[in-house]
Nanobody, 118 residues
Framework: QVQLVESGGGLVQAGGSLRLSCAASGRTFSNYVGWFRQAPGREREFVAHIRWSGGSTNYAESVKGRFTISRDNAKNTVYLQMNSLKPEDTAVYYC????????????WGQGTQVTVSS
């Protein structure tokens, strides 16, 4: 079992930056760790993921060039650096992790609110 705890959300003006953290406890990350977000009235959507082994990354088109996902193996933590934030980035951001060999997210954090004011 993996417990995921997100932190780093908050209120920021458009054009600003935030860094989200996702710390795992219970066991180390394996395979993929992803960030998702859900805005009010909308479905949860993929933001980015990183492969724990090797560090390959993938991003949603809407955040490419602005967000960067990274990992710290020693701290068993994944980060999401968010720059040039826009009001449409406002959402609850969730960290998720897979447990097997496919990209199926079995573990989810509780979420952290990001609000971008115009």
């Amino acid at each position: 079992q993996v417990q995921l705890v997100e932190s780093g959300g908050g209120l920021v003006q458009a054009g600003g930056s935030l860094r989200l953290s996702c710390a795992a406890s219970g066991r180390t990350f394996s395979n993929y760790v992803g960030w998702f977000r859900q805005a009010p009235g909308r479905e949860r959507e993929f933001v980015a993921h990183i492969r724990w082994s090797g560090g390959s990354t993938n991003y949603a088109e809407s955040v490419k060039g602005r967000f960067t996902i990274s990992r710290d193996n020693a701290k068993n933590t994944v980060y999401l650096q968010m720059n040039s934030l826009k009001p449409e980035d406002t959402a609850v951001y969730y960290c998720a992790a897979t447990s097997g060999g496919t990209i199926v997210y079995d573990y989810w954090g509780q979420g952290t609110q990001v609000t971008v004011s115009s």
